[in-house]
């Protein structure tokens, strides 16, 4: 599986950004996906992932009522429009997919991941 993830940038805050995550060699409905970010100097962290069907998905408290997880099933993509965004988003953000078990905020329960891209906010 292949996960390639695009669409950051750099943005003022309380702009808006748009990041895709394209998946080939699998399909992805099947599985579980998550975006997680890594700021400069701190550990990766959960953001939010999405069921396999899309109906059920879940935020850290930080970007919960701002950024929004969706999922394309026929297109083999999974969205992050991120609203309001502040400085502290500044990262660098990664898509990821889970093969086994159900959605899960822990890093280390999903097994292939995109190369990230960076997202920065100035102030």
């Known amino acids: 599986v292949q996960l390639q993830a695009s669409g950051g940038g750099l943005v003022q805050a309380g702009g808006s950004l748009r990041l895709s995550c394209a998946a080939s060699?699998?399909?992805?409905?099947?599985?579980?996906m998550g975006w997680f970010r890594r700021a400069p100097g701190k550990e990766r962290e959960f953001v939010a992932f999405i069921s396999r069907s899309g109906g059920n998905s879940y935020y850290a408290d930080s970007v919960k009522g701002r950024f929004t997880i969706s999922r394309d099933n026929a297109k083999n993509t999974v969205t992050l429009q991120m609203n309001s965004l502040k400085p502290e988003d500044t990262a660098v953000y990664y898509c990821?997919?889970?093969?086994?078990?159900?959605?899960?905020?822990?890093?280390?329960?999903?097994?292939?991941w995109g190369q990230g891209t960076q997202v920065t906010v100035s102030s």
């Open positions: 060699g699998r399909t992805v409905s099947s599985y579980v």
């Open positions: 990821a997919l889970r093969t086994i078990g159900t959605m899960s905020r822990r890093a280390n329960d999903y097994d292939y």
